[in-house]
C-alpha cells in the first residue's frame, strides 16, 4: 500500500500533520495481504496519541481486531481474509478523557506518476495461443457453469470468536429496570460498574489480577465500542441478551479483562450515539475468486477446454521424498508446461513440457 495522503474518515478531509517520513508519505508492503492503517490524533493539538487501544470491527462477522498506536500514533491492521465491500468500525481509545479522530491513509497515491509504457507486442505463435486460451475460457464460462459451494464470509463466522459464554443475562426473563447499570448493580453479580477519574469502568468481580488491572473489552452486536457511557446510556428494552467472559481473554497482543457482550433485538446497536473517535469505513477487499479447477474428468458430453490443468500449491513427499500426481488433461490439442518449484536448502525450479495431440 503507497499512502500520500492522511485522510480523516469522518470528515473525509486531508490532514496536514507532519508525518516520520518526508514529505508525509508512508509505504507499507502489503505481505499479509490487504491492509488498513492510519493514525490516532488529538482533536485540539493534532498531535499522536501513542499506546493508544485500536478496536476494529468488520460488520457480520463477529469478531474483532486490538491493537496499540506505535510512538507517531500510528496502527496497521492485515486484512488478508476478506473479500468484496465490507463495512468497518474503527474505534480509538480517549486518554486521559482527550477526544481523538482517526485519519485512514489513502489506499492508492493520488499523485501524478510517469511510467514507462513500453509497446505490448505478441509474436504470430503467441497471438495463436492467446486466441486459443480466450476461446477456451470462453467455452468453459458457458459449458463448465461451477456449481460448487464456497463458504461465504459470512457462514465462517457463525459463533462468536470467544465460544461459549459463561453467563447469559436474557432480559425478558427479569423485570424491566430503568438503566442498563441497574441491572449490573441488581442482577449481574459478576460485573460492577466502577468510577475511575471521573470515567465509568466495567469490572469483573475476581481474584484474579488481570481482572483487576485490565479493562474488559466491551461489545455492542459483536462491535468494539470503549465509551462505556455511552454503553450504560442504552436502552435496556432496546437489548436482547448480555453474554458475559469472566476470565482473562488475549486478543492479538491485547489482554482484556474479561468480554461483556450486548446483543440488541434488531442488531441496530440498540440505538446507541457512537463514540466520536469512531467511525464507520466501506473498505473494499480483493474480488472473490471464482475461477476453480476441476480435478475429476468431466462429462463426456461437456467440452474440456481449461488451460490450466492441475494447481496444487503444497504437494507432500512421501518418507521417500517422492509424490504422485495425476491429472487428465484437456480436449485442447497443444503444449502444456508444468512448473515444480522446490524449497529446500536451495530452492530451485523444474520446468518440463507435455504435449496434447488431437486425435
Known amino acids: 500500500m503507497f499512502s500520500c495522503e492522511l485522510i480523516n474518515a ?11 517520513i518526508p514529505g508525509g508519505v508512508q509505504y507499507y508492503p502489503e505481505t499479509r495481504g490487504i491492509s488498513l492503517s492510519g493514525r490516532l490524533l488529538e482533536d485540539k493539538t493534532g498531535g499522536p496519541v501513542p499506546n493508544a487501544l485500536v478496536n476494529l470491527s468488520i460488520i457480520g462477522d463477529k469478531d474483532v481486531m486490538a491493537i496499540r498506536t506505535n510512538d507517531a500514533g500510528r496502527f496497521y491492521f492485515a486484512l488478508p481474509d476478506y473479500t468484496g465491500n465490507r ?18 491513509d489513502n489506499d492508492f497515491c493520488a499523485k501524478p506518476v510517469a511510467l514507462p509504457s513500453p509497446a505490448f507486442r505478441l509474436t504470430k505463435e503467441e497471438k495463436n495461443t492467446a486466441y486459443s486460451m480466450a476461446v477456451n475460457r470462453k467455452i468453459t464460462s458457458v459449458f463448465n457453469m461451477d456449481t460448487s459451494k464456497t463458504e461465504s464470509p459470512e457462514s465462517l463466522y457463525k ?33 460492577n460498574v466502577r468510577k475511575h477519574e471521573g470515567r465509568d469502568l466495567f469490572r469483573f468481580n475476581s481474584n484474579r489480577t488481570e481482572m483487576l488491572i485490565f479493562d474488559p473489552l466491551v461489545l455492542i452486536d459483536m462491535v468494539a465500542v470503549n465509551d462505556i457511557e455511552k454503553v450504560l446510556a442504552m436502552s435496556p428494552r432496546l437489548i436482547e441478551r448480555i453474554e458475559l467472559v469472566n476470565a482473562p481473554y488475549l486478543k492479538g497482543n491485547i489482554t482484556y479483562g474479561g468480554i461483556i457482550s450486548f446483543f440488541s433485538k434488531n442488531n441496530d446497536f440498540a440505538g446507541i450515539d457512537l463514540p466520536t473517535s469512531g467511525t464507520f469505513v466501506n473498505y473494499r477487499f480483493l474480488a472473490q475468486n471464482n475461477c476453480r479447477i476441476p480435478e475429476n474428468p ?26 504422485e500426481i495425476n491429472f487428465t488433461v484437456p480436449d485442447t ?8 518449484r522446490v524449497f529446500f536448502e536451495d530452492d530451485f525450479l523444474i520446468r518440463k513440457e507435455i504435449e496434447v495431440k488431437s486425435q
Open 333 to 340: 490439442p497443444g503444449k502444456y508446461v508444468i512448473m515444480l
Open 87 to 104: 463495512d468497518i468500525f474503527l474505534c480509538g481509545e480517549e486518554k486521559n478523557g482527550v477526544s481523538t479522530s482517526i485519519y485512514i
Open 159 to 191: 459463533g462468536s470468536f470467544y465460544g461459549k459464554p459463561d453467563e447469559v443475562l436474557v432480559m425478558e426473563k427479569y423485570i424491566d429496570l430503568p438503566t442498563i447499570e441497574e441491572y449490573f448493580s441488581e442482577l449481574v453479580g459478576a460485573v
Open 298 to 323: 468431466l462429462p463426456e458430453h461437456l467440452p474440456d477446454a481449461r488451460n490450466t490443468v492441475y494447481w496444487d500449491p503444497m504437494v507432500r513427499l512421501n518418507n521417500e521424498g517422492e509424490a
Open 10 to 20: 469522518k470528515q473525509v478531509a486531508v490532514s496536514t500533520q507532519p508525518d516520520s
